[in-house]
Every structure is written in structure tokens, then in C-alpha cells.
Nanobody
Framework: QVQLVESGGGLVQAGGSLRLSCAAS????????MGWFRQAPGKEREFVAR????????DYADPVKGRFTISRDNAKNTVYLQMNSLKPEDTAVYYC??????????????????WGQGTQVTVSS
């Protein structure tokens, strides 16, 4: 059974930083693409960042480019999201996602991913 457990969320002032972690278990972590999505109150869940199963490819949503960095540590079965220069509009519940298809991409189709329970990030102005 695949499990994804996020941590690292919290309250931070605008301009500050947070690092989210997502610990995965239940299968061979290094075979699957990983990523982060977020959902703000009253809005739909949106893509934030993803990293390929091999770790050699990353992709970011435009609003976070240059501020957020996704990385993975296959030895620790963990994916990270380093968030710098945080803005109030980054406030959301952040969800870790893992592709269901081995060696495949992480897509935006929720049916094709496993999901964590989410961690709240609140950025005050």
C-alpha cells in the first residue's frame, strides 16, 4: 500500500522560507515521478512542481518559478519542496503526489496519482 506523508508546513511571514517533506512508502520510490500540488480556499487544486522518476527533470508552475525548488532523495524515499520568498498568495494546503505508473510522468489527472493528506502553509503579510 502506497503511503505519502507530508510535513514541514506552518505559518511564516511574507518573504520567509519553508521546506516541505514527503516521505513515501509501500513501493520502490526511485521508480516513480513525484510532485507537489496545492489548493487554496475556494480554489481548485493546482500543480506546483514535479520531478521525474530519475531526478534529472523538474518542472514548475509559473507562479513559483525561481522561488521554489523540488528535489528528491531516493536513499530516504523522500521528496522535498524548498519554498523561498513566500507570498501571501502561496497560502494553501500543499499535497504530495506520486505517479501510479512506473517510469511514467506525474500528470495533473488525480486518478493517475497517489496523494498525501496535505500540509497547511500560511503566509502572513
Amino acid at each position: 500500500q502506497v503511503q505519502l506523508v507530508e510535513s514541514g508546513g506552518g505559518l511564516v511571514q511574507a518573504g520567509g522560507s519553508l521546506r516541505l517533506s514527503c516521505a513515501a512508502s509501500g513501493r520502490t520510490f526511485s521508480n516513480y515521478a513525484m510532485g507537489w500540488f496545492r489548493q487554496a480556499p475556494g480554489k481548485e487544486r493546482e500543480f506546483v512542481a514535479r520531478v521525474s522518476w530519475s531526478g534529472d527533470s523538474t518542472d514548475y508552475a509559473d507562479p513559483v518559478k525561481g522561488r521554489f525548488t523540488i528535489s528528491r532523495d531516493n536513499a530516504k524515499n523522500t521528496v522535498y519542496l524548498q519554498m523561498n520568498s513566500l507570498k501571501p498568495e502561496d497560502t494553501a494546503v500543499y499535497y504530495c503526489a506520486s505517479a501510479k505508473v512506473r517510469f511514467g510522468p506525474l500528470t495533473g489527472d488525480p486518478q493517475l496519482n497517489y496523494w498525501g493528506q496535505g500540509t497547511q502553509v500560511t503566509v502572513s503579510s
